[in-house]
C-alpha cells in the first residue's frame, strides 16, 4: 500500500511517458512530482489527470522567483490546478507573495532553502554573503518560516537541524537527495538513505531516478516505503 511520505518525481520526458509510469506504480505511490522539464510536454494536463481522475496528490515543482505581483499572480493561476505543493525560492518577498496568490485555496508553498546542487564557489559568484551553506540553508528556512511558508526543500543532511527550529513547528521539511542503499547516486552528492531521511524529521522524501529507472519501478517503490516505515517503527 502507498505511503505518502514517498513523492515519485516524474522526470520522463512528457505527459504520456508519466501515465505510463503511474499506471505501472498504481496504489504504490500516492504522490507525484512534476517539473519544469515536463512543462513543455503536457505537465500541468498531466498533473490535472494525476489529481482529477487518479486521486493522487501533486506537488508541482516550478521554483518561481521573480517581482511580488508576478509571483502572486502564477500562483494565484496554478492554484486552480488543486496543487497540494508548489515550490517558490525562499525570498522572504516571494514567499509573502506566494502565500497571497494561494490565499482561497489548499496549495501549500514550500520554499527552496538553497539548491543542493551549489556549493560555496557558486554562492560566491552570486554574490551571496559568506558562511557555510549549511548555516545559510538554516537561516534562510528561518527567514521562509517567517514570512510564511507551509514547508521548506533542502538536502537530507540539514533536516535535522530544521526541524530543530522553533519556527519549524508545525511546517513541512521535504527533501530530494534520497537514495536507498547501494543504488546509484547519479548526480546527488549529498545523499541520505530513506530510512535516515525521516529519522532526521523529513516529513516528505522525493525520489526520481531509483524508482522510475528501475526495472520493476512498483517493487523500487514498495521497498522504499518498507525501509521507512521499518525506521519510524524502530524508533518509536
Ligand atoms: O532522480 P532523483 O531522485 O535524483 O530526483 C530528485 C528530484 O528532485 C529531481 O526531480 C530533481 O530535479 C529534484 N531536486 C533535487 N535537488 C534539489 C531540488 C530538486 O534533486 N535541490
Redo the contacts with the bound molecule.
Keep these: 500500500m502507498s505511503d505518502d511520505r514517498l513523492i515519485v ?3 520522463v520526458p512528457n505527459a504520456l511517458a508519466g501515465l505510463d509510469l503511474a499506471e505501472k506504480l498504481g496504489d504504490a505511490v500516492s504522490f507525484y ?1 512534476i ?3 515536463m512543462l513543455t510536454g503536457g505537465g500541468l494536463a498531466l498533473a490535472n489527470e494525476l489529481k482529477q481522475e487518479l486521486g493522487k496528490r501533486i506537488f508541482l ?1 516550478m ?1 518561481l522567483f521573480d517581482i511580488g505581483a508576478t509571483v502572486e499572480a502564477a500562483v494565484r493561476g496554478l492554484a486552480q490546478y488543486e496543487l497540494d505543493f508548489l ?1 517558490v525560492h525562499g525570498d522572504p518577498y516571494v514567499v509573502r507573495a506566494a502565500k497571497e496568490g494561494a490565499a482561497n485555496s489548499n496549495t501549500k508553498i514550500l520554499a ?1 532553502t ?4 551549489l556549493d560555496r564557489s557558486d554562492l560566491d559568484g552570486a554574490l551571496i554573503k559568506d558562511g557555510k551553506v549549511s548555516d545559510l540553508v538554516v537561516e534562510r528556512a528561518g527567514r521562509a518560516f517567517d514570512a510564511g511558508a507551509d514547508g521548506v ?3 537530507p543532511n540539514e533536516a535535522a537541524l530544521i526541524r530543530a527550529l522553533p519556527e519549524a513547528d508545525g511546517r513541512l521539511i521535504v527533501t ?4 536507498p542503499e547501494g543504488a546509484d547516486l ?3 552528492k549529498r545523499v541520505a538513505t530513506p530510512a535516515n531521511a525521516v529519522r532526521n524529521g523529513v516529513d516528505h522524501i ?8 528501475a526495472v520493476d519501478p512498483r517493487a523500487a517503490a514498495q521497498a522504499i516505503t518498507k525501509e521507512m516505515q521499518r525506521a519510524i517503527q524502530l524508533d518509536t
Design positions: 518525481a516524474l522526470d512530482k517539473g519544469l522539464g515543482d521554483k515550490t527552496v538553497i539548491l543542493t546542487s526543500i533542502c538536502s530530494p537527495g534520497v537514495r547519479g548526480d546527488q522525493v525520489v526520481g531516478r531509483p524508482v522510475w529507472k
